[in-house]
C-alpha cells in the first residue's frame, strides 16, 4: 500500500502593516490610536507572537517619554513577581494602561476647579461642588482650607476663624455655620434697605401732591373714576408719611445702631427675628429706640432717656383698662410741651416711640 502524497505547503506572506504610532502618555493625550495601532500589527503578524508575554513587551517598546517609560519599566518589574501573574495577560495590560490614562491628571483637574470655584450666594450648593471635587483632589489640611476660601467673600473668611478648622471635618462645618450666618445678615440688610426706600418714596409721593394746585370741580365730575384713584393714593400716601414719623430712623448703619453688641447674640437675634439691638420685638435695629442690650438675659430694652419712661408710665396706665387679651394693636399720641411720645400696645407689650410735634394729630 502506497503512502499518500505530500501536500505542498505553501507558505502565506505576511501582509504590510505599519508600526503602532509611539505614545507618551502626556495630559489630554489620546491613547486610542497606540492601542488599536497595536492590536491591528499582532493580528496580521500572529506568527511573530506566539505569547502574550511577547505581545506585552513588544507593545512596551512603542511607549516613549519620561512619565510612560517610569510606568512601562513599572509594569515589567512587576510580570516577573510573585503573585503578579495578572500582568502577563495582554487585556490586562490593556486595561491597566486605559485607567492610567483617565486618572493620571483627575486629581490636579480636580484642585484647578476647586481653586477657580466662586460662591454664588448659596452657601449649600457652594459646599456640595467643593466636596465632590475634594472626592478626587484629597485636599487636606492647609490646601484644602487655601482652595475653599479662595472663592469666598472676606466676610465669610473672617466669621470661619471663629470656629475650630483643626480638621477636614470641623472645616467643613465652620464654612457651613459661617456661610449661613453672613446670608442671614445679607438678608436682613436687604429688607431694611428696602422697607427704607419704600418710605422715602411715599414721602416723596405726599410732598408732590401737596404743591400740586387745586384741581377744578367739573374735571373731577367728568373724570370721576381718575379722581376715586387718586384719593386712594392720598390716602395711602398719607398713611405711609405718618407711619415714618411714628418710627424716626435712629441711626445710619447697622454697625452704629449693634454697637457694643457681641457678635455671638446679634446672629442668635437673627435667628429668632428679634431687634439685634434690644433683643426685643421683630423691628428693625436702625429704627430702635431702646439702649443696647449686650447680654443675652435681658429680654427688654429700657427708654432712651427718663422723659421716654415717664410717658411709657403714664401711657400704660391710661391705656391698660381699654387693652383686651386678643392680639390688637392701639397706638396713643401723648401731648407735652416737648415733643412728645407713641405708645405702642402689641401683645401686651408697651413700646414708646419719639416723634415730632407737626406729625401729632
Not at 1 to 23: G, Q, V
Not at 27 to 39: H, I, V, W
Not at 111 to 117: D, E, I, Q
Not at 131 to 157: S, V
Request: charged letters at 30%; glycine letters at 6%; hydrophobic letters at 30%.
Amino acid at each position: 500500500m502506497s503512502a499518500p502524497p505530500a501536500h505542498n505547503a505553501k507558505t502565506t506572506k505576511e501582509p504590510p502593516c505599519p508600526d503602532p504610532p509611539k505614545f507618551n502618555m502626556k495630559k489630554g493625550k489620546d491613547f486610542r490610536p497606540y492601542l488599536e495601532g497595536c492590536e491591528r500589527y499582532i493580528r496580521l503578524k500572529i506568527n511573530r507572537f506566539q505569547t502574550e508575554e511577547a505581545k506585552i513587551l513588544w507593545a512596551l517598546g512603542f511607549l516613549e517619554g519620561d512619565k510612560a517609560m517610569t510606568w512601562a519599566r513599572s509594569y515589567e518589574t512587576r510580570m516577573y513577581q510573585d503573585s503578579y501573574e495578572r500582568y502577563v495577560d495582554w487585556g490586562y495590560f490593556k486595561a491597566k494602561l486605559r485607567k492610567e490614562c483617565d486618572l493620571a491628571e483627575e486629581d490636579v483637574e480636580a484642585t484647578v476647579k476647586m481653586t477657580n470655584l466662586a460662591y454664588n450666594n448659596d452657601i449649600g450648593a457652594y459646599i456640595d461642588q467643593l466636596q465632590f471635587l475634594n472626592e478626587r483632589a484629597m485636599l487636606t489640611g492647609g490646601a484644602l482650607k487655601a482652595a475653599i476660601r479662595n472663592g469666598l467673600p472676606d466676610r465669610i473668611i473672617e466669621l470661619m476663624s471663629y470656629w475650630d478648622l483643626n480638621t477636614p471635618k470641623t472645616t467643613w462645618q465652620a464654612l457651613r455655620k459661617a456661610g449661613k450666618s453672613y446670608e442671614a445678615a445679607e438678608q436682613a440688610k436687604e429688607a431694611a434697605h428696602k422697607w427704607g426706600a419704600a418710605s422715602s418714596s411715599s414721602s416723596g409721593k405726599k410732598e408732590d401732591n401737596n404743591n400740586k394746585p387745586p384741581c377744578n370741580n367739573s374735571n373731577n365730575n367728568r373724570k370721576r373714576g381718575k379722581g376715586k384713584n387718586k384719593a386712594k393714593e392720598k390716602d395711602e400716601a398719607a398713611e405711609n408719611t405718618k407711619s415714618a414719623k411714628r418710627y424716626p430712623k435712629r441711626f445710619k448703619t447697622y454697625e452704629e445702631a449693634n454697637k457694643g453688641v457681641p457678635q455671638e447674640l446679634i446672629f442668635k437675634r437673627l435667628k429668632f427675628r428679634k431687634c439685634t439691638r434690644c433683643g426685643k420685638g421683630p423691628h428693625n435695629a436702625l429704627y430702635c429706640a431702646g439702649d443696647a442690650v449686650t447680654s443675652d438675659a435681658s429680654t427688654t430694652s429700657k427708654p432712651k432717656d427718663t422723659k421716654v419712661a415717664a410717658a411709657s408710665s403714664t401711657a400704660s396706665a391710661s391705656t391698660s383698662k381699654e387693652v383686651k387679651a386678643e392680639k390688637s394693636v392701639s397706638a396713643v399720641i401723648i401731648k407735652a410741651r416737648s415733643p412728645g411720645f407713641v405708645t405702642e400696645i402689641d401683645d401686651r407689650e408697651l413700646d414708646t416711640w419719639p416723634i415730632s410735634e407737626h406729625s401729632s394729630p
